[in-house]
């Protein structure tokens, strides 16, 4: 399965983007890895029969998925500055719930794309 991901760029705090990320063949799985600069890479959102996402996005950041298409957008709302990294489309067909904020549970990984959030 190839990941193709889209979106993201530079903009002020509090502003918005939107992530999308195509998948070659359907998915079971699917969601967003991030890492920032200097730092270990961290769990964002997925989409697995449901949403599920990190405590540090929940309420700004909305995941969702076109079963149709196999793609998955991330719309980022009340962007922070320490939003700022490159963040990764990551899928898989394998995964549990209790395994979905584990970067090595995804059999997938897209290229990144930066995200970039000014104070």
């Known amino acids: 399965v190839q990941l193709q991901a889209s979106g993201g760029g530079f903009v002020q705090a509090g502003g918005f983007l939107r992530l999308s990320c195509a998948a070659s063949a359907p998915i079971t799985t699917i969601g967003w890895f991030r890492q920032a600069p200097g730092k270990e890479r961290e769990f964002v959102a997925a989409?697995?029969?449901?949403?599920y996402y990190s405590r540090s996005v929940k309420g700004r950041f909305t995941i969702s998925k076109d079963n149709a298409k196999n793609t998955v957008n991330l719309q980022m709302n009340t962007l922070k500055p320490e939003d700022t990294a490159v963040y990764y489309c990551?899928?898989?067909?394998?995964?549990?719930?209790?395994?979905?904020?584990?970067?090595?549970?995804?059999?997938?990984w897209g290229q990144g794309t930066e995200v970039t959030v000014s104070s």
């Open positions: 989409f697995r029969w449901r949403e």
């Open positions: 990551v899928a898989g067909n394998r995964l549990i719930v209790s395994t979905l904020t584990e970067g090595s549970a995804y059999d997938y």
